[in-house]
């Protein structure tokens, strides 16, 4: 029977186990690596001008950020809004001055 039907050999199984990579947790180790840099840079160089530090160019999370940063956007698009309003009346109320004289 052997020689009708050779043994043909399983092929190896390939006994991998993958590590697991998360790209976002790199991500946030190199984002908070240059924060930190960047603040020692902000701190030394403070030292060194002897000045008060304006930390505005390190922006980090603090209580409340989320609720400020909304209600600076939606007071912005309440006037953006409100001067569009205003604007579309005067048109209309301009055009409608041209029609009545231009009937007249």
Not at 47 to 70: C, I, Y
Request: hydrophobic share 40%; proline share 4%.
């Amino acid at each position: 029977m052997s020689v009708l039907f050779p043994k043909v050999n399983k092929p190896r199984e390939w006994d991998y186990r993958p590590i697991y990579y998360d790209a976002e947790k790199e991500a946030r180790k190199q984002k908070l690596a240059r924060l930190r840099a960047l603040r020692k840079d902000a701190e030394r160089d403070a030292e060194d001008s002897e000045q008060p530090t304006e930390k505005e160019h390190v922006t980090m999370l603090h209580r409340g950020s989320f609720r400020e940063a909304h209600e600076a956007q939606t007071k912005l698009r309440t006037n953006t809004e409100r001067t569009s309003k205003l604007s579309f009346w005067i048109v209309l109320l301009v055009l409608l001055f041209i029609t009545f004289y231009w009937l007249l």
